[in-house]
């Protein structure tokens, strides 16, 4: 039977009935019915009845959809793509949204450290800011005794997404880099890169922008939609997106065109790491945080579409290039690529580009915008891919519209050439000499960042408030400069004896600190040179300061004294007899003596004995020879007239005597070798004390360990380079000297490795010949010649030529694997000790070895006085300026005097300021010190600074003495100490003959305190051969002092410098009457007598009116003094210094230069610098 096709319909009931004749029959296959096999269709279902089933039961019903409900899903469906659509070009659903979720993002700043803030992960936009290296920028602050004092905390919500990976939302920098300021907030330093950007929408050349939009996002400034999201641009995204999953599909490797948008790809070079998209997860990451931060203005995201351009534009990435750094921008990519004058370019693009050149400025814009894709081969290797790529984008920019015909024709002639930019630009502002003060704070913070590349502290966003005077700063940088023009060293009184003489002064460094001392630190406030060189004269050269060394000396001295008075003082009578002091030791014994000396109820302080040690006397006769630093030197006085007198230690120091002073330092190195605790020197009195040997035994172990700690400390940590170069610099270098050393410190190198060493470190290349190298090779080979023996002939401590040696081959080795490796060495260095026999070849080795650790002591006092290197020359030549020192080292010694003792730090730096206005955002300022180092006793301090005042009144340094005036007429005390170096390299031959004599530099320095609060030092340094043609001596920066006080008054005493300006201004004033006085007089009487006179009186005021730097006039009294001061260069002569010449009562104001200086008041400490912040 076949089947039968019926089309019924649904019956109001739910049952299936025939349809009506006169309806019109619509096909429902759904619901067609299909007899099972051998059923009759009538059984199926009769006209109008209702079918059963053969078992009786009633068919199953089925269910039939209703066209409406198809209608109804249609219509929706419809609806959505609608809505879909429309959302994607009007985003006003997703501005609802994001802008609701951007409002719950915030932060504020707030005291203290914070708990809720996140820093970013590493990215090329928040490591070059250092946002990502904040945490380790804190921590090395706070080992620096910095403290946070405030710091952002973010909304939980903005924690919440910054958990989730998403990037800070909020207004980020386009121009950001480090600024300085001075401690008033002027402005000191300023970095700021990109260095070309365009402030806003409209300075940007419309072409350009429009030329952007064409390559990138052409719908991005589409008005139509002010809520548009910029983040995404649907069509070209689904277009990305599908032409990546067929290439995953089909398995092509091929590049396609990304679907980015401005916005993402501003979040991508920011943000990803390596400014990379490396996964989809990275790309919708970009694209979230791209939406939140277009939406944080609110719905309307017209003008963030327009902040989006000019980001791009003055952001993009564009490689690097060497001499610059990184580039980013096309403002500084047309700098540097280009060399292109932004100005000039801009001015281009804006008139109608019709010109050649103009149209080559447009190509070089549109080839960085193409070159950003792939910057580093685009503007290298691949320049003609760039040119092909630039011509086909000129193509197609004219075939839409954007550019005309012309431009394009114009454009396409020209030829693109990548790397024919300047790099940097050379403007007379950027010179080493104007750059000094900011220098030394970038150095300075450099190095508590603990990053050494100013270029990565220069990038940083962060503001600091320095402890400068800018204002001083750059008066001082100036008059230094100045002084480098013999007109202008003439006239500040800086020629003649004693100063420059024939010397060229453009050839002579002048260098000056002065800090101020404050309650919890000592404050930097000028540091400047006129070397126009990256080099810092005062911190970062090591010099031959010559007699300032002779302060240096006296501390130590009259720290001994304090010592004495310590272990003496408490003893009775009865208890002094039995003190047993060896002869030499004539330190020790003088202590003993003074308290013996005293009558019952003497006082027994410190104060008087302190004075009573000024007054011990010397010899200055140069006719002693002296054993010191390994053979016999004789020295000498630089004025003859001390050679036959005996001089206190205080006269010594006015007069700069050389010959005291070596002999005091002989007594302070005995000290050290026979009086304290278990010096080696006691050991050696008795040859035949049976305990002899174990004493030795005990000494070399205890001994031997101390001192290899010392050492191990010096050089743990350093390259094997490094550790040489700092071992060389112990010594002065001779052929034998260096060989006993190198074959130490690597005694595995070859014979011809060994030559190369001797004749690289000394002066005179060649200056051994091939066979004596070879002698010297085998001669102090370790297996020839003993530790010791090699440590005595190099003039260096053994156990340090060990250390040296031991970590070149064992840098990682900690002190405890250091310690059980010497043992040998440490019983090896001492074991002469224990032979008898030739004891008077042995003594005069234990005494050079023991001098060499009496220095050891003494440069431990001089590191607490600021001392700036490891090691002293052991010689008693070191308390003439042996050993170098540094100006800005001396400063901080005479800080350390003026504070009573007390060793306070030099702050450079008050404040940084991270990330101001950003969740980031961390001010940290110096911490509060709970206490200082007492370095040297207050008694000390004080008579130090009395004595270094006599310097000043009546020594080496007179004529600085009125150089600084009060407001109320009061001279200002000065304290000081002078020094000159001349270095030479002499080489004699037999019999003592001088061969040769190389100048090497030659140097004048003054130490010097001004008032209670004020200290500092002046350099004038010479460098080189040209040493030879400069006689000068310590006068010269003593006269550079009076030269720079005018421009120090301002800070010094603000009154009496305001004071001076006003009667400046009336000089002046009276100067300009007078000069039309001569022609009136003239008129009325011709050829009078009186004319002249009458023309003559006002131009008296001249003189006056134009004291020492032209601001010092006639109100301060002492002037003219300093003038006939300054016409002296005897002066500072040290055979003058205990006479003080009777010229100097005849100053025009007897009443002010005779007037003795005015006790000081207690003088206030230097405030904290004012809050920048």
């Known amino acids: ?37 051998g059923v009759d269709a009538a059984s199926v279902g009769g006209a109008g009845g209702a079918g059963t089933a053969p078992d009786g039961k009633p068919p199953k019903r089925r269910r039939h959809i209703k066209p409406a409900l198809v209608l109804l899903l249609l219509m929706l469906v419809s609806l959505f793509a609608w809505w879909l659509v429309q959302e994607t070009r009007s985003s006003s659903m997703q501005a609802h949204f994001f802008t609701s979720l951007a409002k719950k993002i915030s932060y504020k700043v707030e005291p203290g450290p914070s708990n809720a803030i996140r820093f970013p992960s590493d990215s090329p936009y928040d490591e070059r800011l250092g946002y990502a290296n904040l945490p380790e920028y804190l921590a090395k602050l706070k080992s620096h005794d910095y403290e946070i004092v405030a710091q952002a905390r973010l909304s939980p919500k903005a924690i919440e997404l910054a958990d ?10 386009t121009k950001v880099g480090l600024a300085i300021y001075d401690f008033k907030q002027q402005p000191l330093f300023s970095a700021r890169f990109p260095e070309r950007v365009y402030d806003g929408f409209d300075t940007a050349p419309l072409l350009l922008v429009k030329s952007l939009l064409f390559i990138e996002n052409r719908e991005l400034l589409d008005s139509t939609y002010p809520k548009r999201n910029p983040a995404v641009e649907w069509d070209r995204f689904s277009k990305a997106v599908f032409d990546k999953s067929l290439h995953v599909f089909t398995g092509d490797d091929r590049r396609s065109a990304g679907g980015s948008t401005l916005a993402t790809q501003i979040e991508k070079y920011r943000h990803s790491p390596d400014g990379r998209t490396s996964s989809l997860s990275d790309k919708m990451r970009q694209m979230v945080s791209a939406t939140l931060r277009a939406y944080q203005g609110g719905e309307d995201t017209t003008e963030a579409r327009r902040r989006i351009v000019v980001d791009y534009i003055n952001t993009v990435p564009l490689s690097a290039k060497m001499g610059y750094g990184e580039v980013n921008g096309i403002g500084d990519g047309m700098w540097v690529w280009y060399g292109r004058d932004f100005a000039d370019f801009n001015g281009a693009l804006k008139s109608s580009v019709d010109s050649a050149e103009a149209a080559l400025a447009y190509k070089q814009a549109l080839s960085l915008f193409i070159a950003q894709r792939r910057p580093a081969h685009y503007l290298g290797a691949g320049a003609r891919d760039l040119e092909d790529l630039t011509n086909v984008h000129l193509r197609v920019l004219a075939q839409a519209g954007v550019i005309t015909p012309q431009l394009r024709d114009l454009a396409s002639q020209q030829k693109l050439h990548p790397a024919s930019g300047t790099g940097v630009a050379p403007p007379v502002a950027n010179s080493f000499t104007t750059r000094k003060a900011s220098n030394a704070v970038r150095t300075h913070l450099a190095g508590l960042l603990g990053d050494a590349r100013l270029y990565n502290v220069d990038r940083l966003d962060l503001t600091v408030a320095s402890t400068l005077n800018a204002e001083a700063q750059k008066d001082v940088t100036e008059r230094l400069r100045g002084l480098r023009d013999t007109n202008s060293a003439t006239s500040a009184g800086l020629t003649g004896k004693g100063m420059l003489g024939n010397g060229n002064p453009a050839n002579v460094v002048y260098s000056f600190t002065l800090i101020e001392r404050g309650a919890e630190a000592n404050y930097l406030r000028v540091q400047t040179d006129n070397y126009d060189q990256p080099l810092d004269i005062n911190e970062g050269a090591k010099l031959d300061l010559g007699s300032t060394a002779k302060l240096r000396t006296l501390v130590t001295y009259m720290d001994i004294v304090d010592q004495l008075h310590q272990r003496y003082a408490p003893m009775s009578a009865a208890d002094l007899k039995k003190v047993v002091v060896d002869p030499k030791d004539r330190m020790s014994q003088w202590g003993v003596e003074y308290f013996q000396g005293l009558k019952a109820g003497g006082d027994r302080t410190l104060a ?15 006719g ?42 002989r007594d302070v190195v005995r000290y050290y070798m026979f009086q304290l605790p278990g010096s080696s020197a006691t050991l050696l009195a008795d040859a035949d004390d049976p305990r002899r040997a174990e004493y030795l035994a005990r000494f070399a172990d205890r001994e031997g360990r101390e001192f290899l700690g010392k050492f191990f400390n010096k050089y743990k940590g350093k390259s094997p380079a490094d550790a040489e170069k700092v071992l060389l610099a112990s010594f002065r270098p001779t052929p034998s000297r260096l060989a006993a050393a190198y074959r130490t410190i690597w005694p595995e190198g070859t014979q011809a490795q060994f030559g190369t060493f001797l004749n690289t470190n000394l002066v005179s290349a060649g200056e051994v010949p091939p066979e004596r190298i070879a002698r010297m090779y085998d001669m102090y080979a370790p297996a020839n010649m003993s530790l010791a023996d090699r440590g005595y002939v190099s003039s260096i401590h053994p156990l340090e030529l060990w250390v040296v040696g031991y970590l070149r081959t064992h840098q990682k080795a900690g002190w405890k694997e250091v310690a059980n490796a010497s043992v040998k060495e440490r019983q090896e260095v001492y074991s002469w000790l224990f032979n008898t026999h030739r004891k008077h070849a042995q003594d005069k080795r234990i005494a050079g070895l023991i001098e060499v650790e009496a220095f050891l002591k003494i440069h431990a006092q001089w590191k607490k006085m600021g001392y700036p290197f490891d090691s002293l020359v052991p010689s008693y030549a070191t308390t003439l300026g042996a050993s170098a020192d540094r100006p800005a080292a001396l400063a901080e010694m005479m800080g350390i005097i003026v504070n009573g003792g007390l060793r306070k730090p030099v702050q450079r730096i008050d404040s940084l300021h991270f990330a101001k206005g950003t969740p980031y955002e961390t001010l940290v300022k110096h911490a509060k010190a709970d206490k200082f180092e007492q370095v040297i006793a207050p008694d000390v301090a004080r008579v130090v600074a009395g004595e270094i005042r006599g310097v000043v009144s009546d020594g080496t340094a007179k004529r600085v003495k009125s150089a600084f005036v009060a407001a109320d007429g009061s001279i200002i005390a000065v304290g000081g100490k002078t020094g000159t170096g001349d270095q030479r390299f002499d080489v004699y031959g037999g019999g003592g003959r001088l061969i040769e004599s190389r100048f090497v530099n030659r140097s004048a320095t003054f130490v010097f305190n001004i008032g209670e609060r004020f200290f500092g030092s002046m350099t004038a340094y010479v460098h080189g051969p040209d040493a030879e043609h400069y006689d000068f001596t310590s006068a010269l920066p003593v006269q550079l002092l009076v030269v720079l006080a005018p421009s120090l008054m301002p800070m010094i005493d603000p009154e009496a410098a305001a004071k001076a300006r006003i009667a400046a201004v009336e000089a002046a004033a009276a100067k300009a009457a007078a000069a039309a006085l001569p022609v009136v007089a003239a008129a009325a009487k011709p050829g009078g007598d009186a004319a002249g006179p009458a023309a003559a009186k006002p131009a008296a005021a001249k003189p006056v009116a134009t004291k020492p730097a032209a601001v010092k006039p006639a109100a301060v009294k002492p002037a003219p003094k300093i003038k006939e001061a300054g016409a002296k260069p005897a002066a500072a002569r040290d055979d003058s210094a205990s006479r003080p010449k009777p010229v100097a009562k005849k100053a025009p104001s007897p009443a002010a230069g005779d007037k003795p200086a005015k006790p000081l008041k207690p003088a206030p400490v230097a405030p904290r610098p004012q809050e920048l912040f």
């Open 1 to 37: 039977m076949g089947r039968t096709r019926i089309e019924p319909t649904l019956a109001g009931n739910g049952q299936v009935t025939d349809d009506d004749p006169a309806r019109p029959h619509y096909p429902q296959p759904h619901l067609a019915l299909v007899p099972e096999p």
């Open 608 to 622: 008087p004995m302190l004075e009573a040690a000024m007054e011990r006397k010397y010899s200055g006769s140069p």
């Open 164 to 173: 989730m990976g998403l990037f800070a939302t909020y207004r980020e920098k």
């Open 624 to 665: 002693e020879g002296f054993f010191t630093g390994g053979g016999l030197h004789h020295f000498g006085n630089f004025s003859k007239l001390d050679d036959s007198k005996i001089l206190t230690v205080r006269q010594a120091l006015r007069n700069s005597t050389n010959l005291v002073f070596v002999r005091l330092m």
